[in-house]
């Protein structure tokens, strides 16, 4: 529903576009803070992994709504849906989780996937939107590795929502303020049901991540697709084509053969 809110509010840069989106999931998370009166707590020795984090959603964040306004909808999803393969390889490197010959070979069997999607040929006019938006994946990817680390430091959920979003907003204000494009009523609804859904899976994301490894959630993660594909049809009459369509299913198999695997790596363990 966001990247549908976002493609619906137009003509508008993607920056004006971010900063709208995380200003709403920041005061969301402020809400939440304040309602549960939830005790926060910002230790120092975390700062770092929370800006680390926050640099790198914001990237993936404005790669995302680039992609999303250049490509069709399902694509533009699909590549940032890479992110969760970004998460289990980065998870392995920097915080040692295990990772078996065969989810690395589900990885790559995920890469190749990507490459029907993005269609890596100078023929291909939409070329640099499909790897913008493929770096969008590597950014929330790495990104929820972060998150991953802070859950397991035991830092409040809200708490990192709120900073991130906080601070993609301050990293976005300067660019807004120079470069400001008018925002019809229309557009500024349409600006806030996509921050309104954003902050919803923005929750729902950071929470999973905190309590359960990349690979046995990553599943769940790719009904976007799905939704999307339905979006981009019903409101934009878009259709993806047959390369597309077979990345896509290459894709959200190598997700399934990941839960599967996941689930067999933790009765084996047990």
Known sequence: MMNLFVRLAGDLPSIEK?????????????AIIIKTRSEITLDKKNLPLLILRSVLGTVGILCNFYAVDHLILSDATMLNKMSPFFTLIFSYLFLKEKLSFRTFM??????????????????????????IGFVGGLGAGSAYTCVRALGKKGVNGSLVVLFFSAFSCLVTLPFLIFDYHPISPVQLAVLLMAGLAAAGGQFSITAAYRYAPAKEISVYDYSQVIFSALFGWIVFSQLPDAYSFIGYAIIISMAVLMFITGRKENKNAA
Request: proline letters at 3%; a positive charge.
């Open 18 to 30: 971010s900063f709208f989106r995380n200003l709403i999931a920041a005061i969301a998370a402020l």
């Open 106 to 131: 589900i990885v790559i069997g995920a890469f190749i996937g990507s490459l029907f999607v993005i269609k890596p040929t100078f023929q291909n006019a939409d070329l640099l939107s499909s790897i």
